[in-house]
């Protein structure tokens, strides 16, 4: 047994975005750390987030113990920078022990341990393997790390990997039993708040459809099974952040509907008491994702059941809703494995709208199979929705990440190219048509030129400010952006069908006419220094379109 307490340091990877971020991955770990071991432990956190990777006492970091690292899309420069500092000068020296969590740790967690042989990953869900690995710590003082990752594996820690004589092995999945969990350590949420950032909550894990093809739940957790979390435990962690100053929750849930519409219903309920009471800030907002599927007939509610939830949702506060509609065209929509139509999700849009409520739409224009007439009929949905000027991300292409249905297809099809890329966590692909290639270039030329200025715009519509004038203003403003991306695609179009995106000097030259509208656009923004803040944007109201 140790002598003293076992020294954990969580960090946190920033994501490469203008979002401000609660790190709820390293705060649910630090809660259950410091319920199961108590006294036997030492847990700090760190988001980098919050603080430059430049912050890092090196020195420090390298006395204590175990090292959790929370991986991001975007952050393995950031994690390979740690462990380069972290590498023991000497072999004679002892370094960490070094656990990589996360979604690059999850899905990557062949090419990681390829790479860094001396770390453990967790792949999916990471109390009870990281609880594991504590526990065989406190156990085994001063054991070499070659010594402790033999351990852990024959242990039968669930939920990790690690690399052994070359060769990477895995241990059993195991879902972690939600009934249990204990609520986050929220050493950071503070300074979270202070600075407007999004601050989350967890409502459930899984989702109850589970089949989409690009759909990576079922390698995340082991199995694709909608699993809620206790409702008191849900209570408790919204009264307790009303109480620290927090206006908006944003659920981290996939599907936040899930099995159970009287769950929801019931949280609603409560909610709605407990703002009456003042237990709850009255203005408190909150984010939800939801699938189609929820939303449809003969999916687990009458059309009334439906209309229920929606309506006491409506009145408990909750605002926006994430809906992956992913598609207006039905052939893409098989190929996606949806289980939904074009009408389906059309008609889910209209009851969310009619409703009130303001609607995310997660959309995936291009896949490699597309055809240019799939392209036109994904348009056309969304003229006839009226979505063109929307101000969500609609132009995106599908992402190939690994352990995926997806990605066995587009091998067998030959779509796929090179090896994975590490740090943005997907596949290159190709696409069977060769118009599509030529336009997806194109469209990626411009948003290269775009899209940074359209992420800083996009984070500020997100974090704790709930309704606000300028919110709204925001959002009419970044969608008469996204007007600007569609009448550009449109352009390409004609171009692609008059043998035009062929022409290399034909397609600089559009870019560079739309840039100039683009640039117009937002020289009536007033930048401060290099960043927009929703200061800039006290007189946004009254302006003219593009």
């Given at each position: 047994?140790?002598?003293?307490?076992?020294?954990?340091?969580?960090?946190?990877?920033?994501?490469?975005?203008?979002?401000?971020?609660?790190?709820?991955?390293?705060?649910?770990?630090?809660?259950?750390?410091?319920?199961?071991?108590?006294?036997?432990?030492?847990?700090?956190?760190?988001?980098?987030?919050?603080?430059?990777?430049?912050?890092?006492?090196?020195?420090?970091?390298?006395?204590?113990?175990?090292?959790?690292?929370?991986?991001?899309?975007?952050?393995?420069?950031?994690?390979?920078?740690?462990?380069?500092?972290?590498?023991?000068?000497?072999?004679?020296?002892?370094?960490?022990?070094?656990?990589?969590?996360?979604?690059?740790?999850?899905?990557?967690?062949?090419?990681?341990?390829?790479?860094?042989?001396?770390?453990?990953?967790?792949?999916?869900?990471?109390?009870?393997?990281?609880?594991?690995?504590?526990?065989?710590?406190?156990?085994?003082?001063?054991?070499?790390?070659?010594?402790?990752?033999?351990?852990?594996?024959?242990?039968?820690?669930?939920?990790?990997?690690?690399?052994?004589?070359?060769?990477?092995?895995?241990?059993?999945?195991?879902?972690?039993?939600?009934?249990?969990?204990?609520?986050?350590?929220?050493?950071?949420?503070?300074?979270?708040?202070?600075?407007?950032?999004?601050?989350?909550?967890?409502?459930?894990?899984?989702?109850?459809?589970?089949?989409?093809?690009?759909?990576?739940?079922?390698?995340?957790?082991?199995?694709?099974?909608?699993?809620?979390?206790?409702?008191?435990?849900?209570?408790?962690?919204?009264?307790?952040?009303?109480?620290?100053?927090?206006?908006?929750?944003?659920?981290?849930?996939?599907?936040?509907i899930g099995e159970s519409h009287e769950r929801v219903q019931r949280l609603a309920g409560k909610i709605v008491s407990l703002k009456d009471s003042g237990e709850i800030c009255k203005e408190m907002a909150f984010f939800v994702s939801m699938s189609v599927k929820s939303l449809l007939p003969n999916c687990g509610a009458s059309d009334e059941e439906m209309i229920r939830?929606?309506?006491?949702?409506?009145?408990?506060?909750?605002?926006?809703?994430?809906?992956?509609?992913?598609?207006?065209?039905?052939?893409?929509?098989?190929?996606?494995?949806?289980?939904?139509?074009?009408?389906?999700?059309?008609?889910?849009?209209?009851?969310?709208?009619?409703?009130?409520?303001?609607?995310?739409?997660?959309?995936?224009?291009?896949?490699?199979?597309?055809?240019?007439?799939?392209?036109?009929?994904?348009?056309?949905?969304?003229?006839?929705?009226?979505?063109?000027?929307?101000?969500?991300?609609?132009?995106?292409?599908?992402?190939?990440?690994?352990?995926?249905?997806?990605?066995?297809?587009?091998?067998?099809?030959?779509?796929?190219?090179?090896?994975?890329?590490?740090?943005?966590?997907?596949?290159?692909?190709?696409?069977?048509?060769?118009?599509?290639?030529?336009?997806v270039s194109a469209f990626q030329q411009w948003e290269n030129l775009t899209l940074k200025t359209v992420n800083v715009i996009q984070g500020c519509l997100r974090g704790q400010e709930a309704e606000s004038v300028i919110r709204a203003d925001l959002r009419a403003f970044l969608g008469e952006l996204r007007r600007l991306d569609f009448e550009l695609l449109m352009?390409?179009?004609?171009?692609?069908?008059?043998?035009?995106?062929?022409?290399?000097?034909?397609?600089?030259?559009?870019?560079?006419?739309?840039?100039?509208?683009?640039?117009?656009?937002?020289?009536?923004?007033?930048?401060?220094?290099?960043?927009?803040?929703?200061?800039?944007?006290?007189?946004?109201?009254?302006?003219?379109?593009?």
């Open positions: 047994m140790r002598s003293q307490k076992l020294k954990i340091v969580l960090i946190d990877t920033s994501l490469p975005t203008d979002e401000l971020n609660e790190p709820l991955g390293v705060e649910v770990l630090a809660g259950e750390l410091t319920h199961r071991f108590g006294e036997k432990i030492d847990v700090c956190m760190l988001s980098l987030s919050l603080d430059k990777i430049e912050v890092i006492d090196y020195d420090w970091l390298k006395k204590v113990d175990l090292v959790g690292i929370s991986t991001k899309i975007g952050s393995y420069d950031n994690v390979k920078q740690i462990l380069r500092q972290l590498s023991p000068v000497h072999s004679s020296h002892q370094r960490p022990l070094v656990i990589l969590g996360g979604v690059v740790a999850t899905f990557g967690y062949e090419q990681i341990l390829m790479e860094q042989r001396d770390v453990v990953c967790i792949i999916g869900e990471g109390e009870d393997a990281l609880s594991g690995i504590v526990e065989l710590m406190l156990e085994n003082e001063d054991t070499p790390i070659s010594k402790l990752k033999s351990e852990v594996f024959n242990r039968t820690i669930p939920n990790i990997a690690i690399c052994i004589n070359q060769s990477v092995l895995q241990s059993e999945r195991k879902l972690v039993d939600l009934a249990k969990c204990e609520s986050p350590r929220r050493d950071l949420l503070n300074e979270v708040v202070v600075r407007g950032g999004i601050v989350r909550v967890e409502g459930s894990r899984g989702c109850s459809w589970g089949h989409c093809s690009f759909c990576c739940v079922n390698s995340k957790y082991g199995s694709c099974r909608w699993r809620p979390f206790d409702e008191r435990k849900v209570i408790r962690e919204i009264v307790a952040l009303s109480h620290a100053g927090v206006k908006m929750i944003y659920f981290t849930d996939e599907d936040f939830t929606l309506t006491e949702m409506r009145m408990a506060g909750f605002r926006e809703i994430f809906l992956g509609i992913e598609s207006g065209c039905d052939r893409q929509l098989a190929r996606y494995r949806k289980g939904v139509t074009s009408q389906d999700n059309l008609r889910a849009l209209k009851i969310l709208k009619s409703l009130g409520f303001y609607v995310d739409i997660g959309f995936l224009m291009f896949d490699p199979e597309m055809t240019l007439d799939d392209l036109k009929e994904n348009i056309s949905f969304l003229e006839d929705a009226d979505l063109i000027g929307h101000d969500s991300r609609l132009i995106k292409r599908l992402r190939a990440i690994p352990h995926t249905n997806l990605i066995n297809t587009l091998t067998v099809k030959g779509l796929l190219r090179e090896q994975l890329d590490i740090d943005s966590l997907q596949f290159p692909m190709q696409f069977a048509s060769a118009s599509i290639s030529r336009m352009e390409l179009i004609t171009l692609e069908e008059n043998n035009g995106l062929k022409d290399g000097g034909l397609v600089e030259r559009c870019l560079a006419r739309y840039l100039e509208r683009f640039n117009q656009h937002c020289s009536q923004v007033d930048y401060p220094g290099s960043h927009l803040s929703q200061r800039s944007f006290k007189n946004f109201g009254g302006r003219s379109g593009l």
